[in-house]
Each structure stands twice: as structure tokens, then as C-alpha cells.
């Protein structure tokens, strides 16, 4: 099984910034679609934002015009920056490969790294 390791979390004021790094074994990088995803206390995980290899994207409603997800073939990382940040952003947040090459197949993630906290204050 591939290792996904996330890192960049912590706690911010409302209004703040973060930048969420994926490090990813290059056999993932190498043709999937990626995800970002989040989990907070006593709710589902819930799909934030997806990228294919060739850069066409997905970005949940609550996240449109704040979060962008890019990723770094050439150093085999995932990225999300996230701006804007609101109380509601706090969550578990996890990269993950998905199944396929284009996004839509990333709803079927069934295998997660240990994630990243990310805590907004109000």
C-alpha cells in the first residue's frame, strides 16, 4: 500500500491562510486523480477538492473561490491552499490517491493516511 503524508495543519484565526502539503510515492503521481478530503468531529468525510493529472479540477460548494488544489508531478506532491479560512474549515483533513484518472472516480477512496488538523478560530 502506498504512503500519503500529510503535513501543513495547525490553527489560524478566522480570515487566515494555510497550505496543506500531500508527499506521495511517485507510482501515484505517476497517472491517478488526487483528493483532498476532510473530516470533522461527528460528520461524515466529505470530498474538498480533486485534481487529474492534467490539471482539471473539483472543488466542493463550501470551498469555490477560497481553497485551490494544484499538485507537483515533479516532486510527487499534492497542494491545497487554503484562504479565507471560516470556522467550519476545521477538520481532519486527508489526500488520498483515487481510483482512477479523472475525478469523478475520487468519491470511491476507500484508503487514508493519518491526515493533518487543521483548527479555525473564530
Known amino acids: 500500500q502506498e504512503q500519503l503524508v500529510e503535513s501543513g495543519g495547525g490553527l489560524v484565526q478566522t480570515g487566515g491562510s494555510l497550505r496543506l502539503s500531500c508527499a506521495a510515492s511517485?507510482?501515484?503521481?505517476?497517472?491517478?486523480?488526487m483528493g483532498w478530503y476532510r473530516q470533522a468531529p461527528g460528520k461524515e468525510r466529505e470530498l474538498v477538492a480533486a485534481?487529474?493529472?492534467?490539471?482539471?479540477?473539483y472543488y466542493a460548494d463550501s470551498v469555490k473561490g477560497r481553497f485551490a488544489i494544484s499538485r507537483d508531478n515533479s516532486k510527487n506532491t499534492l497542494y491545497l491552499q487554503m484562504n479565507s479560512l471560516k470556522p467550519e474549515d476545521t477538520a481532519m483533513y486527508y489526500c488520498?490517491?483515487?481510483?482512477?484518472?479523472?475525478?469523478?472516480?475520487?468519491?470511491?477512496?476507500?484508503?487514508w493516511g493519518k491526515g493533518t488538523q487543521v483548527t479555525v478560530s473564530s
Open positions: 485534481i487529474t493529472l492534467g490539471g482539471s479540477t
Open positions: 511517485r507510482s501515484i503521481f505517476s497517472h491517478n486523480a
Open positions: 488520498a490517491e483515487c481510483p482512477g484518472t479523472a475525478w469523478g472516480t475520487c468519491w470511491a477512496v476507500d484508503s
